[in-house]
Nanobody, 114 residues
Framework: QVQLVQSGGGLVQPGGSLRLSCAAS????????MGWYRQAPGKQRELVAT???????NYAEFVKGRFTISRDNAKNLVYLQMNSLKPEDTAVYYC????????WGQGTQVTVSS
């Protein structure tokens, strides 16, 4: 089973940028389509972006043009580059397979505030 560890969150001002990383264990990682999700306080977890094993990407409308998902299969890493951050992007961010079928990690907190 693939294990996931997210990192890279923090406090950033509106308009700022962060890059999140997701480190995955296991040799099967490269076969999974992966996604970044987020959960804000009092809200349900939502899908932010996905990337196929071959690198095809899809984004939720609310992050299109601002966020970029990428992966490095050789290093078992998935990234989420977040630019032009808004206060409503504040949430705990998680990575998982695109169907959410892997074990959820601890997530990484992103707070956008002045």
């Amino acid at each position: 089973q693939v294990q996931l560890v997210q990192s890279g969150g923090g406090l950033v001002q509106p308009g700022g940028s962060l890059r999140l990383s997701c480190a995955a264990s296991g040799s099967l990682f490269r076969l999974y389509a992966m996604g970044w999700y987020r959960q804000a306080p009092g809200k349900q977890r939502e899908l932010v972006a996905t990337i196929s094993s071959g690198g095809r990407t899809n984004y939720a409308e609310f992050v299109k043009g601002r966020f970029t998902i990428s992966r490095d299969n050789a290093k078992n890493l998935v990234y989420l580059q977040m630019n032009s951050l808004k206060p409503e992007d504040t949430a705990v961010y998680y990575c998982n397979s695109d169907d959410g079928g892997l074990n959820w990690g601890q997530g990484t907190q992103v707070t956008v505030s002045s």
